[in-house]
């Protein structure tokens, strides 16, 4: 969020089909503002940000998806706005987000084979990869179908592993964006449940 470290999740709750939305400061690792009561409980996406508000974005059909209206909150408490202001373009703290490479594709042979070197797992469906500040982070998947495990590693740019970590299980298919950097702060979503953040250093 331009000024501020902090970044807005949109959370989504399945089983009860609710949206929530919150800010939380990645320095102090705490949650500035949440709001789960809104208008509209599940057919709501977070749209944009600016250095004023979060733009929400309402389905009032759920059979035609172009049926939209706009709803914004508070850049700084999270508070509905009287009037949301729509404007192009993102503003973000430099989001950077990996590239993604499905199977079949040459550069997913690239990095399968890589994973497969040193982690002595399969990767199967598809990764995503991004270099950052002298390290490789890549998101793959293994196992079997309707079944498969998501896991995030973290390589030296000579191909060391220094760390992995199991983010999802029992999954039917792969994501997009299971990972981000945002100020040399590495972000991802564990069990659909836990946002983890790591400083890269």
């Given at each position: 969020?331009?000024?501020?470290?902090?970044v807005?999740?949109e959370e989504?709750?399945?089983?009860n089909?609710?949206?929530?939305?919150?800010?939380?400061d990645?320095?102090?690792?705490?949650?500035v503002?949440?709001n789960?009561?809104?208008p509209?409980?599940w057919w709501?996406?977070?749209?944009?940000l600016t250095?004023?508000?979060?733009?929400?974005?309402?389905?009032?059909?759920?059979?035609?998806p172009?049926v939209?209206?706009?709803?914004?909150l508070?850049?700084?408490d999270g508070k509905?706005?009287?009037?949301a202001?729509?404007?192009?373009?993102?503003?973000t703290?430099?989001?950077?987000?990996?590239?993604?490479?499905?199977a079949?594709?040459?550069?997913?042979?690239t990095?399968?084979?890589?994973v497969e070197?040193?982690t002595?797992?399969?990767?199967?469906?598809?990764a995503?990869?991004?270099?950052?500040a002298?390290?490789?982070?890549?998101?793959?998947?293994?196992?079997?179908?309707?079944t498969?495990?998501n896991?995030?590693?973290?390589?030296?740019?000579?191909?060391?592993l220094?760390?992995?970590?199991?983010i999802?299980t029992n999954?039917?298919?792969i994501?997009?964006?299971?990972?981000?950097?945002v100020?040399d702060?590495?972000f991802f979503?564990?069990?659909?449940?836990?946002?983890?953040?790591f400083?890269?250093?």
């Open positions: 969020m331009p000024g501020r470290p902090w807005v999740v989504r709750d399945e089983s089909r609710k949206v929530s939305f919150s800010a939380i990645y320095l102090k690792k705490e949650t503002w949440r789960d009561s809104l509209e409980l709501i996406n977070l749209v944009r250095p004023e508000q979060v733009l929400l974005k309402i389905f009032e059909n759920t059979s035609n172009d939209t209206h706009w709803l914004a508070s850049v700084v509905p706005l009287d009037q202001i729509e404007t192009e373009g993102e503003h703290n430099d989001l950077i987000q990996p590239f993604q490479y499905l079949g594709e040459h550069d997913f042979e990095v399968k084979q890589f070197g040193r002595h797992k399969l990767p199967l469906l598809g995503e990869y991004l270099e950052h002298g390290f490789i982070f890549i998101s793959f998947y293994f196992g079997n179908p309707g498969f495990s896991e995030v590693a973290c390589f030296t740019k000579t191909g060391n220094l760390w992995q970590e199991e999802g999954l039917k298919g994501g997009v964006n299971t990972f981000f950097v100020s702060y590495l979503v564990k069990n659909k449940s836990e946002l983890v953040t400083r890269i250093v």
